[in-house]
């Protein structure tokens, strides 16, 4: 037993509040449930030569003090690229973001949607009660209805009109009528897109930026934790041991991490339920070219196409490959209380291989180096109407069982690495501060 802080967790978070506890020279422990650290950022190089990350992992973080840590952990070695990314709609593929890039679809299509547009325009406003709501005032009900409601009902795995607008940020672009009707009649377009430039380690993949936290930090790996005593201040493990903490903050997903609590009220277990966030099955690809894409990743709104979004590490870094080949990294969405998966994920191989031909990212003589189907549990976190009140009961309780939280599962939130790396380093700051 010892006496110190223990981090649950080995990812951007809890590498954010090691940095913040290691500066202060403050002891503590990062426990991870994985036999390898990084969570969600983890990287899996494999014998073949394809580098693929956990999901498709890139920085694109605007901060310039973090742009300089994960550098200086990468030696300088890293990639800096201009985003370019696409949509398929129903053979089509237009420029991202769909709203500002309607050049080259279906005239009444494009008609329909202006005139919706200037017409949700002139409207006043009603109450705006769900996302629903909101991407119809905003677009207008052909763009909302024919883009974004389609593609967020196979990314979100529910229907925009069950969603809340919190999570939204920059991740929704509003353009004004002069950017939608040049959009529409130009084929180029300026880049508008929240991602406009990103960067990637040349070698090894996303989690070579984390490495050499991971290296310094004292993390104990293969200790999942499967129960927290807060009144007697100990942690215990699946495989018997038990860890004494002085301060606990975990990063671990909420409904995982509460019900693990002693004592816990069952409508706070309750609530840890409700909190809802997507199964992603994640489909790597190797294949033996490399001109597959011109864009690094795309989106795709037809229903009936397997997945939700592709995207080709080869274009993150060459170091992602072996020399000449192309790499693709597909995205699909299931979720427990929406969408349950249906099958294991093995099986989800032929259909995304399929439907990539179908779709035109592969040739039927494309010969597939490289396949392999990975399920992420905890994937992206669903902003449904029932997560704000839910998960107000949640951090309420730990609050006042005194165990912090942080990161993406741990905020509940839809934080990008950079985000989860602040939110770490905010917990710990607090930690410090008491
Ligand atoms: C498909 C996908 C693509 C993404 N792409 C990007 C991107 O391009 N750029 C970007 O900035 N962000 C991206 N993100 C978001 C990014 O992954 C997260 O913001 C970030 O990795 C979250 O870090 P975290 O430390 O909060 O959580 P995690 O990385 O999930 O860390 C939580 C840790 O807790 C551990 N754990 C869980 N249960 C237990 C237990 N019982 N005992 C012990 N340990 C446990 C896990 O093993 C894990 O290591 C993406 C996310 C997804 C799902």
Redesign the pocket.
Known sequence: MTESILV?????????AHEVLNDAALAHVL????PY??????TFRHESGFVF?????????SDERLQGLLAANVGGEFERIQAYVDNYWHGHLIKHPAQVNLHGLPEDLIVDCISDFVAAAAREVGPIENYEDWLIATFGPTFARTFPMVYGKKYHTTEAANMSIDWLGPRIYQPDLAEVLRGALSPSSPDVHY?DK?RYPSHGG?MSYLEPWCRRADLRLE????SVDPAARTVS??HGEALGYRDLL????LP??VP?IEGVPSDVVEASRRLAC?T?V?VNIGVGRDDISPAQWRYFYDEDVFFT?T?FPHLFSPGTCPPGCGSVQV?CYYSEKYRPLDRPAAECIQPVVDDLVRTGVLDESDEILFAEARV?P???VIFDLERRAALETVHGFLEDVDVHW??????WEY???????F??ERAAQRLLDR
């Open positions: 649950l967790g080995s990812g951007m978070a809890a590498l954010g426990v991870d449930k994985n650290p990084g969570g969600h950022t983890a990350d956990d999901g498709p992992h890139i920085s694109f973080t991602v990103f996303f200790h999942e934790v499967v493990f699946r975990s990063s671990i997903p995982r991490l693990m997507t992603a994640i979004r995207s995205e992420i905890f994937a992206n942080c990161g993406r599962y741990g905020d934080s990008w690495t950079d985000e989860a790396f939110s770490g």
